[in-house]
């Protein structure tokens, strides 16, 4: 081993060395996150309701965002005046209710599976999956989930996902 080739190599790792670390403090624009084009924010989704019975007669995909409408909304979905809607406050908070048709031609159940938010837009999108189940009582149904979400001022698209056999995961929850 040639003492002038180690120190040769030894200069050029440590030289790249320096400019990776260099890279790393003072990144190039290219790095740099664009504030433009913020990336969507997943929100969390606490679960209000879910079941197979609504007695909204509708297709139903619905913001809610204050607690009367909430009340109204509750009592068309019970038909039960002495039902009290579950607790969301509407200054932190906002509904969102996924009811699907009547009488589905298979046994369903229908989850809000995910809330995005996409603070440029000012638009947040709703994704709601429908499940097949088999053991399901198919003779009366009408699925629902209806979840709370931070309020966010704009407005929200829902979209449906395919049908996925099996069961439905749980509700998701994170309150």
Same mark, same amino acid.
């Given at each position: ?18 400019? $990776?670390?260099?890279?790393?403090? +003072? ?9 433009n084009f913020p990336t969507p ?59 699907f048709e009547e009488k589905p ?17 000012? #638009?947040?999108? #709703?994704?709601?999956?429908?499940? +097949?189940?088999?053991? $399901? ?39």
């Open positions: 081993m040639h003492p002038v080739e180690t120190y040769g190599n030894v200069r050029s790792q440590v030289t790249i060395g320096i400019v $990776l670390l260099a890279g790393c403090m +003072n990144p190039s624009p290219m790095q740099r996150p664009d504030e924010e997943h929100l969390n989704v606490r679960t209000l309701a879910v079941g197979q019975l609504s007695f909204i007669n509708d297709v139903t995909r619905s913001v809610i965002v204050n607690s009367s409408a909430w009340a109204s909304f509750w009592l068309s979905h019970t038909r039960n005046e002495s039902s009290t809607p579950p607790p969301v406050n509407f200054d932190t908070e906002e509904v969102i209710a996924v009811v031609a298979d046994c369903s159940a229908v989850r809000v599976t995910n809330v995005t938010w996409d603070p440029k837009s000012g #638009v947040g999108h #709703v994704e709601v999956t429908r499940f +097949n189940q088999e053991d $399901l009582n198919c003779i009366e149904q009408q699925p629902f989930h209806f979840v709370a979400i931070a309020h966010r001022d704009g407005r929200f698209e829902f979209n449906n996902t395919a049908r996925r056999p099996g069961s439905p995961p749980d509700a998701p929850s994170y309150a």
